[in-house]
């Protein structure tokens, strides 16, 4: 007897199969919401960064003038 015949059929094949993707699917989901949360927290960091950074005006033209 054919195995899939013992799993139930080509309809409980396809079951498992949909289920098996929808669940990689949610997997993939998560994981690219957790990559774009990653993203955004990092950007807004950086922004935060630059608008702290003070501008630093030196004379130093790199001649030794004393």
Do not use: C, P
Not at 42 to 51: D, G, I, S, T, V
């Amino acid at each position: 007897m054919a195995k899939s015949k013992l799993r139930g059929g080509k309809k409980a094949h396809n079951k498992r199969v949909q289920a098996r993707n929808e669940k990689m699917k949610n997997k993939n989901w998560e994981f690219e919401m957790l990559k774009r949360k990653i993203y955004d927290e990092a950007k807004a960091r950086y922004e935060e960064e630059q608008l702290n950074k003070e501008i630093k005006i030196t004379t130093d033209d790199g001649h030794n003038n004393s």
